[in-house]
């Protein structure tokens, strides 16, 4: 493996960003080993960029970077001593400079993947379905915006063929910012909800903003979409590429029928798609998660692989921690699904839980960014689970009051509401009982995984 990235050199970096060097020409023309913005994971020949935070400013870092084996740094002032670097107006966006120079490097197809709920489990499935026949790097975590896309176009190596980049915004202008570091060869939009309501208002403002992701698109690049999406469905070319739609029915160019649940253990179907039709199973399961092995089977039908090598790329996929996740702990079974929040995935969950066994217990907290709707979209959640076959709510947080106000409202009488994430746990010890099977969901911010761990050993 070469751990060298591929033309990321001081005088390169200088150029790309506008900036100046200072340091022995000897260093000039070394490529580095690695990008940081985290001082603390700075090794040999890595390049440091240090950002300005809310508690502290990388700068102060760069001393201490260069004890670790940094080759050099970018400032945005002139520094004292010896010590290498490259002067810049802004490292911030130097850093995002860098990124799109360092993916043009490389020439490898990348697949940009958007949309208000659904984003990493399709991106999960997209990349099990390509890394069937390519070398597939893929964004971890919450690595999205304009700090952690280009984070994750850094971990890029020339044994990489693919890349599968999560793209995730919350304001107007932004997916612009990032699809011109991307420039994708394929874009996919899962769907057009609710969410970041702050700042993009209603659902047609978060089109706008979403499909601003076409703008960086490659002159001969695919775009897929979700056509059971009201929204979606009225895109009807960009620059002359048609997209590719997945659904429900036979109007989309790739479809499932015969679609069987097999409740918590994922779903039997038939896909239909321009190449041909097969069975296959999707190990994780929700309907949601047979749109995005539909959305897969699109980007590996666009990137060459056979049929067959789609089928088991979707039927190999691993579920990750906090996006549907079963946990079982003996006493317990966890539907770890804390790793985000908005109306629309959290009514999609409680579906599901609706498949489980024994008593079903719903572990619910705030979510976040939905402006002025606020209350009464928690007001809905509550309304919705006392429609469901809910026996018990845990609700958490200054929101999640008005969850469980309306679930009570309506019926659900096992209702609890705790101000506090830590008072929650607390009480839990009194109101779980074994056997139990527990969703946790939330927006990230409130920190859910904290419950997930505490039930794991409870």
């Given at each position: 493996m070469n751990n060298r990235m591929k033309n990321i050199t001081m005088k390169n970096v200088a150029d790309v960003c506008g900036g100046t060097c200072y340091g022995p020409e000897t260093l000039l023309n070394q490529e580095v080993s690695s990008i940081w913005t985290d001082s603390r994971r700075v090794e040999e020949g890595s390049l440091f960029i240090p950002?300005?935070?809310?508690?502290?400013?990388?700068?102060?870092?760069?001393?201490?970077?260069?004890e670790k084996g940094a080759l050099f740094t970018l400032s945005e002032h002139m520094l004292q001593g010896d010590n290498p670097y490259v002067l810049v107006k802004s490292t911030y966006q130097a850093l995002k400079d860098i990124a799109q120079f360092y993916l043009e490097q490389l020439k490898i197809p990348v697949v940009g993947i958007t949309g208000s709920v659904g984003k990493t489990s399709t991106k999960e499935m997209v990349a099990s379905v390509l890394s069937q026949k390519f070398c597939t790097l893929k964004t971890d975590g919450n690595f999205n915006n304009e700090v952690g896309l280009p984070l994750t176009v850094f971990r890029l190596r020339e044994e990489h063929q693919a890349a599968v980049l999560e793209m995730g915004i919350s304001q107007f202008g932004e997916?612009?910012?990032?699809?011109?570091?991307?420039?994708?060869?394929?874009?996919?939009?899962?769907?057009?909800?609710?969410?970041?309501?702050?700042?993009?208002?209603?659902?047609?403002?978060?089109?706008?903003?979403?499909?601003?992701?076409?703008?960086?698109?490659?002159?001969?690049?695919?775009?897929?979409?979700?056509?059971?999406?009201?929204?979606?469905?009225?895109?009807?070319?960009?620059?002359?590429?048609?997209?590719?739609?997945?659904?429900?029915?036979?109007?989309?160019g790739i479809y499932v029928d015969e679609v069987e649940s097999l409740g918590l253990k994922g779903t039997k179907c038939c896909m239909h798609t321009p190449a041909g039709s097969f069975r296959t199973r999707i190990p994780v399961p929700g309907f949601h998660m047979v749109q995005n092995a539909m959305a897969a089977c699109g980007v590996g039908l666009?990137?060459?692989?056979?049929?067959?090598?789609?089928?088991?790329?979707?039927?190999?996929?691993?579920?990750?921690?906090?996006?549907?996740?079963?946990?079982?702990?003996?006493?317990?079974?966890?539907?770890?699904?804390c790793y985000n929040a908005n109306p629309t995935s959290m009514e999609a969950v409680i579906d599901l839980l609706c498949y489980a066994?024994?008593?079903?217990?719903?572990?619910?907290?705030?979510?976040?960014?939905?402006?002025?709707?606020?209350?009464?979209?928690?007001?809905?959640?509550?309304?919705?689970?006392?429609?469901?076959?809910?026996?018990?709510?845990?609700?958490?947080?200054?929101?999640?009051r008005y969850i469980a106000?309306?679930?009570?409202?309506?019926?659900?009488?096992?209702?609890?509401?705790?101000?506090?994430?830590?008072?929650?746990?607390?009480?839990?010890?009194?109101?779980?009982?074994?056997?139990?099977?527990?969703?946790?969901?939330?927006?990230?911010?409130?920190?859910?995984?904290?419950?997930?761990?505490?039930?794991?050993?409870?």
């Open positions: 950002l300005k935070g809310e508690r502290t400013d990388g700068h102060v870092y760069i001393e201490q970077v260069f997916m612009l910012r990032l699809t011109r570091i991307v420039k994708p060869d394929i874009a996919v939009i899962t769907n057009i909800g609710l969410c970041h309501l702050e700042n993009l208002k209603n659902r047609d403002g978060v089109l706008k903003a979403k499909t601003e992701i076409f703008e960086g698109l490659k002159e001969n690049g695919a775009i897929i979409l979700n056509g059971n999406d009201d929204k979606l469905c009225t895109v009807k070319e960009y620059r002359g590429i048609r997209p590719l739609f997945y659904g429900d029915g036979g109007a989309c666009k990137m060459g692989l056979k049929l067959q090598e789609i089928q088991r790329g979707i039927e190999t996929l691993k579920p990750v921690d906090g996006r549907d996740k079963l946990i079982e702990t003996g006493r317990f079974t966890i539907l770890d699904s066994p024994g008593r079903k217990v719903c572990i619910l907290g705030d979510m976040f960014e939905l402006g002025e709707e606020e209350k009464e979209l928690h007001k809905k959640i509550g309304y919705y689970l006392s429609e469901k076959k809910i026996d018990v709510l845990i609700a958490v947080g200054q929101l999640g106000d309306a679930a009570n409202e309506r019926g659900l009488d096992v209702c609890w509401h705790f101000a506090e994430k830590q008072e929650a746990m607390e009480n839990c010890k009194a109101i779980l009982k074994d056997g139990d099977f527990i969703l946790v969901k939330a927006s990230h911010s409130m920190g859910f995984s904290d419950i997930v761990s505490f039930l794991q050993n409870a």
